[in-house]
């Protein structure tokens, strides 16, 4: 490949930068935007170059990401239609389309690469390059963006003016760039902490953390459908296969109790080896409708983890069987643990109501408990009781109930 071509630069006798007084760099050194997702202060960032004099035609930012599924996320603008948000997934197979990239290179330590595309023989040695000259681009600019963690993204910005960027709005965007870099490496740090938060606490929690809420035993009483789900012999299949596949098994079937919690406003709070937690905050909506939104996540959990056995028995493995238990009542939802190592959960006997109630599921051979607090929500479901039976360290015997069987076999 041709060696990158420099952005030329010129020495400037004038003692200040040109960014010391520009509004631009004015409003980057505010606070304006600070809170806000990263594609609103992009956004405001192009449109005040463009303000500024600079006509961006279009400008990408890539931000390395701190996600199990995605690795990298481009914020594309475009001067019609704002900022587009591209996740780049792990496993998406376009590691060569990022090798022939400009972005490549910067990341291998190039400082910049410019290509005029309104030439007569343009240098199109980037696939991109083909995709805006086709869009009538006639300049792209591409600049490392140093961040102080020593991570390297990449800020890139194209025009379609005549005769491409001038060496004056070169040399604002060069200027420009450190104050641009701070800026968005406080942004990302941001949306990294908040997605760090998200995957390991869940939305909920995560919200309350960047809030302040981080005291120990700091937290409120809330009123709550609590779902608790366990796989069934778990501690065998441990014993008796890999380890790389006791992690397989356990995501597969996460996955099937996850996305029916998560898609019906559910919150996945914590997992306990092989048991799930998760809650339905009824202070947001109808208690009835609560209830009946995480009876539905416990039949189509069933139904994704019928789908899944089928895939396992045709690969010749064992299936798998789960016990759900569904109960409601008031739990405190706040932090516990020692002063420098602290959970954000739910906690109270309700909580442990629940994980007695699906420890049952088991002995009375059926996959889904419902309590009697929580069957008294009408979701429009027949319900079958079981009786009375003893929960361990519960002093009163609770009624349970279940749905009929042919609901839980064909996730309807």
Same mark, same amino acid.
């Given at each position: 490949?041709?060696?990158?071509?420099?952005?030329?630069?010129?020495?400037?006798?004038?003692?200040?930068?040109?960014?010391?007084?520009?509004?631009?760099?004015?409003?980057?050194?505010?606070?304006?935007?600070?809170?806000?997702?990263?594609?609103?202060?992009?956004?405001?960032?192009?449109?005040?170059?463009?303000?500024?004099?600079?006509?961006?035609?279009?400008?990408?930012?890539?931000?390395?990401?701190?996600?199990?599924?995605?690795?990298?996320?481009?914020?594309?603008?475009?001067?019609?239609?704002?900022?587009?948000?591209?996740?780049?997934?792990?496993?998406?197979?376009?590691?060569?389309?990022?090798?022939?990239?400009?972005?490549?290179?910067?990341?291998?330590?190039?400082?910049?690469?410019?290509?005029?595309?309104?030439?007569?023989?343009? $240098?199109?040695?980037?696939?991109?390059?083909?995709?805006?000259?086709?869009?009538?681009?006639?300049?792209?600019?591409?600049?490392? /963006?140093?961040?102080?963690?020593?991570?390297?993204?990449?800020?890139?910005?194209?025009?379609?003016?005549?005769?491409?960027?001038?060496?004056?709005?070169?040399?604002?965007?060069?200027?420009? /760039?450190?104050?641009?870099?701070?800026?968005?490496?406080?942004?990302?740090?941001?949306?990294?902490?908040?997605?760090l938060l998200n995957t390991y606490l869940g939305p909920a929690a995560a919200r309350r953390v960047l809030s302040g809420t981080t005291r120990r035993a700091e937290g409120e009483l809330i009123k709550a459908a609590i779902f608790y789900s366990d796989l069934r012999s778990?501690?065998? $299949?441990?014993?008796?296969?890999?380890?790389?596949?006791?992690?397989?098994?356990?995501?597969?079937?996460? =996955?099937? $109790?996850?996305?029916?919690?998560?898609?019906?406003?559910?919150?996945?709070?914590?997992?306990?080896?092989?048991?799930?937690?998760?809650?339905?905050?009824?202070?947001?909506?109808?208690?009835?409708?609560?209830?009946?939104?995480?009876?539905?996540?416990?039949?189509?959990?069933?139904?994704?983890?019928?789908?899944?056995? =089928?895939?396992?028995?045709? =690969?010749?493995?064992?299936?798998?069987?789960?016990?759900?238990?569904?109960?409601?009542?008031?739990?405190?939802?706040?932090?516990?643990?020692?002063?420098?190592?602290?959970?954000?959960?739910?906690?109270?006997?309700?909580?442990?109501?629940?994980?007695?109630?699906?420890?049952?599921?088991? $002995?009375?051979?059926?996959?889904?408990?419902?309590?009697?607090?929580?069957?008294?929500?009408?979701?429009?479901?027949?319900?079958?009781?079981?009786?009375?039976?003893?929960?361990?360290?519960?002093?009163?015997?609770?009624?349970?109930?279940? /749905?009929?069987?042919?609901?839980?076999?064909?996730?309807?």
């Amino acid at each position: 490949m041709t060696a990158p071509l420099k952005i030329p630069i010129p020495d400037r006798p004038e003692l200040e930068p040109m960014w010391s007084s520009h509004p631009v760099a004015t409003w980057l050194t505010q606070h304006e935007h600070a809170a806000n997702e990263i594609e609103f202060f992009y956004a405001a960032l192009n449109e005040r170059l463009v303000a500024a004099g600079i006509p961006l035609f279009r400008a990408t930012f890539g931000l390395l990401s701190m996600h199990p599924q995605v690795y990298a996320r481009n914020f594309l603008w475009h001067h019609t239609d704002g900022v587009q948000v591209i996740d780049r997934t792990i496993g998406d197979g376009k590691k060569d389309d990022y090798v022939r990239s400009p972005v490549y290179l910067l990341h291998q330590g190039v400082d910049s690469i410019r290509r005029r595309l309104d030439q007569p023989a343009p $240098m199109l040695d980037f696939p991109v390059l083909h995709d805006l000259k086709a869009e009538g681009a006639t300049d792209y600019v591409a600049m490392a /963006l140093h961040f102080s963690t020593g991570q390297i993204n990449f800020v890139s910005w194209s025009t379609d003016q005549a005769g491409g960027f001038t060496t004056e709005q070169l040399s604002l965007l060069h200027d420009l /760039l450190p104050l641009i870099s701070l800026r968005l490496e406080l942004a990302s740090a941001y949306f990294m902490a908040s997605t760090l938060l998200n995957t390991y606490l869940g939305p909920a929690a995560a919200r309350r953390v960047l809030s302040g809420t981080t005291r120990r035993a700091e937290g409120e009483l809330i009123k709550a459908a609590i779902f608790y789900s366990d796989l069934r012999s778990f501690t065998a $299949m441990a014993d008796a296969v890999p380890s790389e596949e006791i992690i397989e098994t356990l995501n597969d079937y996460f =996955d099937c $109790m996850i996305e029916p919690v998560k898609s019906r406003g559910g919150e996945v709070l914590k997992f306990v080896g092989d048991g799930m937690l998760a809650i339905f905050q009824m202070d947001r909506t109808s208690a009835d409708d609560c209830a009946c939104r995480a009876v539905g996540a416990a039949v189509e959990s069933f139904h994704n983890l019928n789908s899944l056995n =089928d895939r396992r028995q045709a =690969d010749g493995r064992t299936a798998l069987r789960a016990g759900i238990a569904l109960h409601a009542g008031e739990v405190m939802f706040g932090n516990i643990g020692s002063g420098d190592r602290l959970d954000f959960t739910v906690i109270g006997p309700a909580v442990n109501e629940v994980s007695r109630m699906e420890s049952l599921t088991h $002995m009375l051979d059926k996959p889904l408990l419902l309590s009697a607090p929580f069957a008294k929500h009408n979701c429009g479901s027949a319900l079958n009781s079981l009786g009375f039976h003893v929960l361990r360290g519960v002093r009163e015997p609770r009624e349970l109930f279940t /749905l009929p069987d042919h609901l839980l076999a064909t996730g309807s």
